[in-house]
Each structure stands twice: as C-alpha cells, then as structure tokens.
T-cell receptor, first 112, second 114 residues
C-alpha cells in the first residue's frame, strides 16, 4: 500500500535542533520529500532524497533515510522562529511516478 | 520566472453549484497536478495532466474533472458541489511530472461551499 505517517506536533526551543520523523509503507518509493507549509500559503519543497541515498545535507537541513525500516527524518539545525510551520513528509510511489503521497503533516512550534 | 499562479484565490459557492479553478504553470513546465487539502483528509492527489492528456487520477468521484490546454494552463471543475468539497485546492507544475521535480506549488484556491 501507499501510506505515509508522521507525528502531528513538535515543540522545540529556539536555537535547538528539530527532528521530524516519518514512516512510509511503499518499499518501491523512488523519491521522498519534505515540504513546508506556512499559514495561508501553498507548499514549499524544502528538500528531497532519492531512494538509493542514505543522507542529504543542505545548509541547516539534514535528511536521513533508513530504507530497511522505511523511516525518513528531517533535522533542522539551530531552529529559528521562522521555521514555525507544518512540515509534510511525502513520497513518489513506485507504482506511479507522477503523483505524490503526503503524510498528515507535523506542526512545528518554537519556544523562546 | 514567475511562479505557479492559481485563480481565484478564494471562492464561495453553495451546494449544487459548479466551480472552475484555474492554474497557470511556470513557463516551460508541461505537467500540472492538482491536490485537495482538507483538515480531515489531508493532502490528496486529484489528477495530473501532461501535454493536454490526463496521465494519472486519484480516487475522487467523477464530479471532479480537469483539462489542460495547449499552453499548459490547466483547469479543474467540480460539479454539483457538496459541503465536503470545501478545501484548499493546490496545483503543482513541473517540467515532466516525474522524478524529483515536484517542487513548484501555487498558493492554492480556497473553496468554501455553503
């Protein structure tokens, strides 16, 4: 099946690292993504990782992929108030290269 | 380059009416996908068009339809609106619609059905 799951909420202190976790069921997923959605806005692609990679780093963002456990994580270093948003984990299923399956989103809130 | 544009941004309709939403992709992009976002169901794939052909379709009733024009602009239509159709409708464009090119979403059209 095609299912993506992630926790609903995460609260971190400003300056700390945030780690958002996600699990997926499709072992043939080709690409996995992290999107950010701010209030009243559309979706912004933060980063993606191809299924044959273990890690990808892009400035403050680090994506880790454990394909055996079908687990994806997004680490945001030095979390800032501007990082407050909903973060969606998503995948392109192996059965269809032209659609994306999204998780329910994790709302990240930043404490001062 | 201009981003993905969607019109209108907000729409209020009543049950039983029909609605047409428009999406203009980034210049040069040939794939347009549509998604519905609701608090209860989250983000769900509606359909994808590439070069004026529907290439993929999600699990939505036939009241939801779409088309793509030769300039790659796309429209989606919802007929006989129901209260449950109230949602944010997002459109995404990409060069070919496959692989990693999933990054360009528009701001969405918020549809309210009364």
């Amino acid at each position: 099946g095609e299912d993506v799951e992630q926790s609903l909420f995460l609260s971190v202190r400003e300056g700390d690292s945030s780690v958002i976790n996600c699990t997926y069921t499709d072992s043939s997923s080709t690409y996995l993504y992290w999107y950010k959605q701010e209030p009243g806005a559309g979706l912004q692609l933060l980063t993606y990782i191809f299924s044959n990679m273990d890690m990808k780093q892009d400035q403050r963002l680090t994506v880790l992929l454990n394909k055996k456990d079908k687990h994806l994580s997004l680490r945001i270093a030095d979390t800032q108030t501007g990082d407050s948003a909903i973060y969606f984990c998503a995948e392109t299923p192996g059965s269809s290269a032209s659609k994306i399956i999204f998780g329910s989103g994790t709302r990240l809130s930043i404490r001062p | 380059k201009a981003g993905v544009t969607q019109t209108p941004r907000y729409l209020i309709k009543t049950r039983g009416q029909q609605v047409t939403l428009s999406c203009s992709p980034i210049s040069g992009h040939r794939s347009v996908s549509w998604y519905q976002q609701t608090p209860g169901q989250g983000l769900q794939f509606l359909f994808e068009y590439f070069s004026e052909t529907q290439r993929n379709k999600g699990n939505f009733p036939g009241r939801f339809s779409g088309r793509q024009f030769s300039n790659s602009r796309s429209e989606m239509n919802v007929s006989t609106l129901e209260l449950g159709d109230s949602a944010l409708y997002l459109c995404a464009s990409s060069l070919a619609g496959t692989g990693y090119q999933k990054g360009f979403f528009g701001p969405g059209t918020r549809l309210t059905v009364l």
